[in-house]
């Protein structure tokens, strides 16, 4: 398949997982409509496909939800592999994916430091 066909592909996956959690089609109770699915990488051959989950919620509580994605992944796969025509669909990994609380991290720091450097002037000039 082609680079433009696998992300695609991977798009589509991370469209239809989100459904599954939002519509609570995931029976497992750690899975929580609070989990947002980041993306999907394909591996090039249609054996596997990574999927990154994060989550505003404390990180235990993502641990868990990946956990019970990890454990629900043979229905989500049966699930989207019926709703998409190709000849072999990936075998699902869930993986927590910190990138998005790292980055609100970042911003908060990075404001916490312009505080303090505007503090620093204000007191250098009095």
């Not at 993306?39 to 235990?60: G, I």
């Not at 190709?86 to 908060?108: A, Q, R, W």
């Amino acid at each position: 398949m082609g680079e433009f066909r696998m992300l695609k592909l991977g798009e589509q996956i991370r469209d239809e997982i989100s459904k599954l959690i939002m519509l609570q089609k995931v029976k497992d109770p750690r899975v929580s409509t609070f989990l947002s699915i980041n993306r999907v990488e394909v591996a090039k051959d249609l054996a596997y496909a990574k999927v990154y989950v994060s989550s505003f919620l404390n990180e235990s509580q993502v641990k868990k939800g990946v956990e019970g994605l990890n454990s629900a992944a043979g229905f989500i796969q049966s699930s989207i592999a019926k709703k998409l025509t190709i000849y072999k669909f990936p075998k699902l990994t869930f993986v927590e994916d910190t990138s998005i609380k790292d980055g609100f991290d970042m911003v908060n720091k990075l404001n916490r430091l312009e505080e303090s450097e505007k503090q620093a002037e204000e007191a250098k000039s009095e």
